[in-house]
Nanobody, 123 residues
């Protein structure tokens, strides 16, 4: 069973930066697609960034390309989302998510596991 715990959210001014962290536990038995999703009040959940933990490529929503970067540590125990040049429209609850790799790892992947979320407010 995989457990995900996010941290690093907070309140920042427009143009500021935040670095979100997702602690991954219980994922050593398989390969995973990892992703960050966000949901603002009254809006549908949207994929922000995804990556394959054992190679492959990353995907980013058009709205965050050039500003956000998804990455992982050497032990693959942590997944990061570096967010720069933040805008008010980036305000949302951000969720870390994971799914055993099944041949695809795009923004539309369907996670099996979710973290509890961390709030990002840009104002």
């Amino acid at each position: 069973h995989v457990q995900l715990v996010e941290s690093g959210g907070g309140s920042v001014q427009p143009g500021g930066s935040l670095r979100l962290s997702c602690s991954v536990r219980g994922s050593s038995d398989t390969r995973y697609c990892m992703g960050w999703f966000r949901q603002a009040p009254g809006k549908e959940r949207e994929g922000v960034a995804t990556m394959y933990t054992d190679g492959g490529r990353t995907y980013y929503a058009d709205s965050v390309k050039g500003r956000f970067t998804i990455s992982q540590d050497n032990a693959k125990n942590t997944v990061w989302l570096q967010m720069n040049s933040l805008k008010p429209e980036d305000s949302a609850m951000y969720y870390c998510a994971a799914r055993p790799y099944d041949g695809t790892c795009t923004l539309s992947f369907r996670p099996y596991y979710w973290g509890q979320g961390t709030q990002v407010t840009v104002s």
